[in-house]
């Protein structure tokens, strides 16, 4: 049954949102035993797949291990999540290392138990399985969700934008500015909007019509 909307506003579903803390767990994964908190310092993907041997997730492991250079480039670590089992995990990185000559390095979560996955929101109230639904959770260094995406289960995620996305971060956190529409590494990025009129008022003067987007000229200028 449906949570009545003043039930939602009391008791939310747990999920992790944009600029919280990224909620601490362990658990046992293909790499051994994995503590979020042991990836401060870096940045992390951690992503769900509904479930293993199916064959978007597959395309997805593959597409996602041909590019592990591009995410170590940018200091991010990639941690892999579903409700199957550590031998379902097992056997399937196996049965996918045979087929395809991919080894999946990265690690994979295990939570049959569904506690990670309920706590990130991963598995969706209305939806007509208990299998996780495919989150990706950009968390950054100091342990921030910084942004995340949800897709159903078949609809594959696009490993280019999932890169742009964390390229797209580490740009606006270098040099405060904000990335539009499409951007790409390498394009123009702007600034962030006006925080007052005055400031407004500025853009205007020097830009005209144009103030909104105002290009970050240098990346040092904002
Ligand atoms: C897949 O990964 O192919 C898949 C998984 C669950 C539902 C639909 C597709």
């Given at each position: 049954m449906p949570q009545a909307v003043t039930d939602i506003a009391i008791n939310p579903p747990p999920s992790a949102r944009i600029d919280e803390l990224a909620p601490e767990f362990e658990a046992r994964t293909t790499r051994g035993l994995v503590r979020?908190?042991?990836?401060?310092?870096r940045w992390l993907l951690l992503f769900s797949h509904?479930?293993?041997?199916?064959p978007v997730c597959t395309s997805e492991f593959i597409a996602l291990q041909r590019a592990t250079e591009q995410f170590d480039a940018l200091g991010c670590a990639l941690l892999g999540l579903s409700v199957d089992s550590l031998y379902a995990h097992i056997a399937w990185v196996r049965d996918i290392e045979t087929r395809?000559?991919?080894?999946?390095?990265f690690p994979i979560v295990e939570d049959i138990s569904m506690a990670i996955s309920r706590l990130y929101g991963m598995?969706?109230?209305?939806?007509?399985?208990?299998a996780t639904v495919r989150s990706v959770f950009f968390i950054d260094?100091?342990?921030?969700?910084?942004s995340l995406i949800h897709y159903p289960a078949t609809v594959g995620r696009s490993v280019d934008e999932l890169l742009r996305v964390v390229n797209a971060l580490q740009e606006s956190d270098a040099h405060n500015v904000a990335t539009p529409e499409g951007w790409r590494p390498g394009d123009a990025a702007v600034l962030p909007p006006p925080l007052d009129q005055s400031e407004a008022d500025r853009r205007e003067a020097a830009q005209g019509a144009a103030w909104y987007y105002t290009v970050a000229q240098s990346r040092h200028d904002a």
């Open positions: 979020l908190s042991d990836y401060r310092g509904p479930a293993d041997f199916t395809f000559g991919v080894r999946i390095a598995i969706h109230d209305g939806s007509a399985t208990t260094p100091e342990g921030y969700v910084r």
